[in-house]
Structure formats: structure tokens, C-alpha cells
């Protein structure tokens, strides 16, 4: 193995277990008490990884650990970047502070919100907003290169005589032993494949370019038909296929986003080379990649103390959030996932156990005919309400410890409440020439907030809202959602505020696609007929997949 | 200047180069829900068990220490760095009851006790009476590496008292040993 800290594994076609298993361990570091970098941080670790757009950061990162060596002696850049408490702005801000405090360099200035270094070739600043991210990046090159490498290739910029070019000449074989990791690590080949059998499909059926908005429900359950028995075993099931094309269609709106759609990266730093830009690949998935951050809030701490979303739930959601806006385009894609994705995972495994093909194929056959496409939107449906349940239930709970993040849960959910009877009992918040009250206003003040729910039995609208939602906390049974007349702990209530934003995320990305569910049984005659030539169609290919006919 | 190297010459077009970075994002995410069978630990596992005598230690930390050399050769470098006493030279070859190795600030000696045959003595003797150590490191390339809490020294020394047979004292014994102290 090439990373010292991890278990073996290169990537055999994509990803290394090694990689991987590095990056997650990054995204867990914690300094005995809570994590040290934020899940924000870590994302970006990776997409600096994955778009191989770390060159300038890494050139950042060299000059940050010039910094740390001369504001900190005796101790080594090493403290500056491990040393207790979590990497934050604020941290690194003091950490400055008190080291040239105590040692002052003349060669560095630290102003309030970036610190300069002064050269004899130049200068260099680094914003604090930027070091937990570097020092995300260091962790990710001393744990996969080793320490004992990063040491030796820094040893130059550890003094104070060094000078800017000696930074970048380090940055650059930095760059350089990274860049060769990841070629072993991070392979393209495969997904290079993948890629082009989509696109080549797309063209052949279209007769011209593949554009995005030529992706459709139907093409994409053509191509798993026509390729799914592919050598490779690349687009064996129907549920990576799904979200293969929601990848391709990703790619390819992004691309076209930045005007950069035909052959040869329009988008590169240097065009006549034909050289692709890393940072716009970057700026491409940050999109993309942020998408899962809902779900990823709602498993970290302090949201973790609240079980909002049971396994099935979270399962169901999985793939329409990380669809994003392709949820709306491939609905009908998204639905047949989760209903013969599941049935094609359930007959993997029958067949890993040993069961012969035939009898694995009959026996989900039948069971497929009581798990048809009404129960599988009924199960969004579901999911939707106990989602919405979840949010009342926050609000009470929020509201009830006058926490302002309810406020954000009234206005998504009752966006056109009358708030007017409650004016009279607020003085102080912003009300219009027609007497509306502007909860916006009330966010802005903790206590105007209390005031008004302390009011709201003045306020019909309001008093019905606060009865549903206390109904609702009563109705949940599920770890961190106390009885209405128990209270929550400060923590739990932690809880519930960190996760608002990521629930009212999660409840318009299902709304949205629980009203595309009718118009979609609508256009197909009903979920009876659908059932019946899909559940031909999928078993069909099952069969063929399976070795059932030969 | 920072050197651009070309990491997407092989991609085609910008489309196709979203979707390999896409691609390896997916499977990175696909992975991590599997969550990985054995544990793994960054740099920062290691700094904080060189640097933190009482923080917890990361599961596997010391084992995959002992079966990994090139992540012994960081502890030891580490240690280098960042423990104020580190050996200058390994120790003699042990000639018959005693074995002593010098480092910077201190010397330690390993004595047979003579009441008890199976047992031995590690005497350090600080130069710096003000020192006082409270860790000590011992990393051999066949034992691995071990972290022990000291007792307060008394008149500059540190006495520890170990079974002759244990593992601490065969590497101790060992001249290829190195021995650091924070």
C-alpha cells in the first residue's frame, strides 16, 4: 500500500478502499471532544481531491506552514495545525495571535481577518477563513503520503530565510507525489467508460450530440435493457444505472452551464492545449456534492440526538436528495428504483446465499406483484408525512424553548398565515401600513419571538398551528422527541435547531416530487397498467441477467 | 510558480471530466455508508498519542504502529521532533547485567535487581532536575512501539521496575531500540 495509515487496497477500476477509508477517517478526527473539522471542511477535502483541484490550495497550505514554523518555534508548525481544539477560523486567529505574542517574526503582519507574510521575493496572505481547510488538506498528505515525506519535502520552508520561490518550488513536488497517489488511488479508466457508453447510447439514439435534456425516463430503462448484460458488469443494476444517468445528466448540465459542451474543454486554462480547468470541474460538483448535505447534517452531531428519520425513511430518500433537480426529469427513474432496485438487491443476495437462479427470479416475481408502483408511492407519500410530522413536532419543541429556528419551521409550512391579531401584542417588530406582522422582523429578536407565542392563543391561525404541532410531539414515539409535557434537554433542543434547515431541504425536495407521483400514473393509464408491463419488462431482463433462459 | 499539471488530459471533454470526478465522489459516498471493516487512523492519531499522555488511543493506533514501518519511521521522526529527550546514540551491546544509553538530557540504565533475578531495574538519571518527563516512549522495529507513564522523578531520577522476561524489558535490552521521553 501507498498510504501509511490505512488498510491495503488500491482501486481496481475506481476508488481505493485505502482513499476512502483515509477521507473518512479525516471527515471523524476529533481532538477528544468534538470533531475537528467541520463536515463542510471535509467535503471540500474531497472535492479538492476527486477534481484534482488541490494545486492551489496546496501552494496556500506551503506558505500557512511557513507561518505556523515561525510563530511557533519551539513547539514546530506541527503544534499550530494538531495541537488541541478544533481547526476553526477563530482557532487559527488566536493560535496567531498568541504566537507572535509571545514571538513576535517581523516578516509577519496578522491583521483581523487574513496574516501576511513579508519575503525577500514577495508576499503572500492567507485569509483565516481558508485554515481549516488547509489544515485539512495537511492531514489528508501527511496520512496518505506520511509525515516522514511531507517533512522532508517542507524542511526547506521551516526557516525564516525562506523565500516565496522556495515555497512554490515546494508546493510544486507536493503537488507532484500527490498527484501520483491519486493516480494509483483514483483511477479514471472505469468511470471514463462508463461515461462514454452513456453518451455514445445518447448519440446513437438521438442521431447528434448527447445533450442533457435528451435524458428521459424511457432512455434510461432502455439502456439498462441494452447493456445491462455489458461484460464489464458495469450497469448490472438497474438502481446504478438510475443514478449513472443522474450523473451523466449532472455532467452534462454543468458543462453546458459553463458554455463548455463540445469536444475539448472550453473551460481549460489553456484551451489550444486543450487543457481542462480542475476549479471549474470544482465550482461544477460543489453543487452536486451538496446536495447529500442534508442527509449528512441530520447524522452528525448535535442533530444525531433526534431520530427524525427511521432506516426505511432515510432509504426511500437516499437517492431522489442526491437526484436533486434530475429528481423532477426522472421521476418515473427514481419510483422504479426503488421498487425493482429493491427487488434486484434482494435477488443479489438470494443468489450470493446459493439459491439457484430460477427460484430466486419466481419467488421476488410473486412478492413483486403485492410491492407494485401504488405501494412504492404510497411509501413516499409516507415518508412525506412522517417527515412533516417531524418538522411540527421540532416546531413545538423550538418554540416551546423559544428557540427562533421555529420560526423558520412556521413560515415553510404556513407560508400564507394570518399573523395580523398578533400586532397589538408586538411593538416592536416591523408591521406594513396594513397591520401584517413580519415574522422576519421577529427573528431578528429572540424576544419578540417569545412574545408572540406567549400570544398565540390571540392568534387563531397561530394557536391552531402550536395545537397541531404539540399533537404531533405527542404522536412521535422516537429517540430525542420528548412528550409536550416532559420537556427536552438542552441538547436535544441542539438538536432540533441544527437540523431545521436540512428538514425543510428534505420536505421540499419530497413535496416536489410527491406531486409529480399523480400526473406520472396519470400518463401511463393508472399504476395497475404500469405494473403490469414493467414488472414483464424488469423480470424479462432479470431472467436474461441471471442465466434463467440459457 | 506553481506548475499546472495536467490532471484531465485524458479526458475528452469537460462534460466527461465532471462525470469522472462525479463518478469517484459517488463511490467515495457509496463506500463510506459500508463504513470500513478495519478502523483507520490519520496523523492526528498519531501527534495525540505522542503528545497527549491521558487522550485515548485510537483504536488499532498501536498495533498498526507495530506492523507498519513506514508508520513507525513517522512516530519516530515525530517523536524527534517533539520529545525534549531523545536518544544520541543507541545503546552498547549489553555486557552482562547492564545496559546503558545516553540521550539528550538523560541516561538510562537497565540493572538486574539483585534480590529478585527476574527482575530489572530502568534507572534514568536527568541531567536538568527541572525536567520531568512524564511519558516514555520505546519503539523497537520487531516489538513495536509502546507508550509508558513515568513516576515523578526523585533527586533527578526516574526508577522503574519491569520483569526481566516482559516485552518492555526485551526491547529495552535491545541496543536497536530508540527511547524517547516528553
Known sequence: MDGIYSIDGLAGGTVSDELQATLQAISETSDGHQIKFKPAVSRRLTRWIVCRSYTGPIHELCHLVHIASQIDRSAGFENFFWGPGPATAQSFRRKIGDGLGLNPAAAIEHLPSTVHVNYLDGEFAIAHTRMPFLSALLEFLTSTLGYATVLEILEDILVSSATRAQVSDTANVLSRRLYAYLNSHLPAATAQRKYRAVTEFMVARRNGAAHAENITDDMVLNFWIASSADEAGDFKTYRKVVKLFINVRDALTAAQQQGAFHRISSIGTDRENGEIDPGAIDAALEEIHERRAPLDLLDAAPANEIKFLNKSERSTLELLIESGNTAQILPLSILRAEIFGAVQARMTQALRRGTSPATVIEANANQ????????????????????????????????????????????????????????????????????????????????????????????????????????????????????????????EIAGFSSAVDALLDIHKSLSRFTTLLPRIAESRNGWVAMDAIDREIFFDQFRQLYGVYS | MTDTINHWAEAETAGEAIFVACDALTNLQARSDNAAAEPTVCFNDLYRYATEPDAPVKAGLTRLISTNPKLRNDMRILLERVAPLRPISRAAASSGATTTRFGTGFQMTLRKSQADREQLYVIIKLQDQTCSPNTLFVINDTEGCDRIPLPEPTDGTVQLLLGSNSALAVSLRDPKTDVFMR
Request: charge should be negative; glycine fraction near 4%; aromatic fraction near 6%.
Open chain 1, 368 to 491: 413483486a406483484a403485492n410491492i407494485g408502483y401504488e405501494t412504492g408511492a404510497k411509501d413516499f407519500e409516507k415518508t412525506a408525512n412522517n417527515l412533516e410530522r417531524a418538522l411540527l413536532a421540532s416546531f413545538y419543541h423550538l418554540a416551546m424553548a423559544g428557540d427562533d429556528a421555529a420560526i423558520s419551521i412556521l413560515l415553510e409550512m404556513q407560508p400564507d398565515i394570518d399573523l395580523s391579531p398578533l400586532a397589538a401584542v408586538i411593538s416592536d417588530t416591523d408591521t406594513t401600513p396594513d397591520n401584517v406582522v413580519s415574522l422576519h422582523g421577529v427573528k431578528e429578536q429572540r424576544s419578540a419571538f417569545t412574545t408572540v407565542l406567549n400570544n398565540h392563543a390571540t392568534c387563531p391561525a397561530l394557536a391552531e398551528f402550536v395545537a397541531d404541532s404539540k399533537q404531533a410531539a405527542n404522536r412521535i414515539s422516537r429517540k430525542g422527541f420528548a412528550k409536550p409535557d416532559t420537556g427536552s434537554s438542552t441538547e
